[in-house]
């Protein structure tokens, strides 16, 4: 085996991935317009939805639904059609396909198979509000949407606690309210954030403040409640050296013993508060991810 890639196979056809607009039909490019327009077939999230693009487009193009229910099952019978020289593409409901969307299934069994892929980038969302969120974006972390119990989304949240980059999300709006509730209390009602909604649309609008000052508008504007929203959170204020001895304490632990048990050693031996060890334990065990 020499380690470089096998070519495609020969006479295959293609899968394009294709970013359509997240709100301005207008924002589609050309070069989407015409891979749209010459394609065999259409993966879509929505008929129904993306039918409105066609119509503006004034396409009729063949089409297969392709969505988090069913795309496993289909992926097999859509490689073997590019396989056999079709040209395929791929359309989610707003924005880049995969990104919080279909899509991942199929790409890993192409890149299996050796089968190619382009992509025609365009509108999305999550960058869109970062860049117009005024916050660091030199370095950022994607977190698309938390879970939607509270419990879960506030162990989330716990284990992003120290994440030093700028945080993207998406998130609904009937839960946005009780997700910017938990971060203020979680990381400071201080902590900078934009919650960006309604992007490239008539009503779009860039809400720039502080956690606290985001949940007291909710309440008091729940108008804003509404709409598509990605919410940009400031990065967490740089590793003070209290942390870092900490960190280097728990690292040994957390080798060898359960969370709860590292901390209650550490918090023994150092006299650091059981809350401070508490955070900087699940931080860590975050950072390592699966075994």
Not at 177 to 194: K, Q, V, Y
């Amino acid at each position: 085996m020499n380690g470089h890639a096998e070519p495609a196979e020969s006479g295959a056809g293609q899968l394009t991935i294709i970013a359509t607009p997240i709100g301005n039909l207008d924002d589609l490019s050309l070069r989407a317009q015409r891979a749209i327009s010459s394609a065999a077939l259409i993966l879509v999230e929505d008929r129904r939805h993306a039918q409105r693009l066609f119509q503006h487009l004034g396409v009729q193009p063949k089409t297969l639904a392709l969505h988090e229910h069913n795309e496993r099952a289909l992926a097999p019978q859509i490689a073997q059609r590019i396989a056999a020289g079709e040209h395929i593409a791929l359309l989610s409901d707003a924005g880049m396909p995969l990104i919080s969307d279909p899509g991942f299934p199929l790409l890993a069994l192409l890149r299996e198979q050796r089968l190619p892929v382009t992509i025609i980038p365009g509108p999305n969302a999550a960058l869109a509000a970062l860049a117009l969120s005024g916050l660091p974006s030199d370095r950022f972390s994607f977190e698309g949407f938390l879970p939607a119990k509270g419990g879960a989304r506030r162990a989330r949240l716990q284990a992003l606690q120290l994440e030093p980059r700028s945080m993207i999300f998406y998130e609904a709006p009937h839960r946005i309210s009780g997700t910017l509730a938990d971060m203020a209390e979680l990381w400071g009602a201080d902590r900078g954030a934009a919650l960006c909604r309604e992007l490239t649309k008539m009503y779009e609008e860039c809400l720039r403040d502080s956690l606290g000052g985001l949940v007291a508008l909710l309440q008091t504007h729940p108008d804003k409640v509404r709409g598509e929203m990605t919410l940009v959170v400031a990065g967490a204020p740089e590793q003070t050296q209290e942390a870092s001895d900490a960190d280097q304490l728990l690292s040994p632990l957390l080798a060898e013993l359960p969370l709860a048990q590292a901390v209650r050693i550490a918090a023994n031996q150092s006299g650091m508060a059981h809350r401070f060890l508490y955070t900087r334990a699940l931080a860590l065990t975050s950072d390592q991810g699966p075994a």
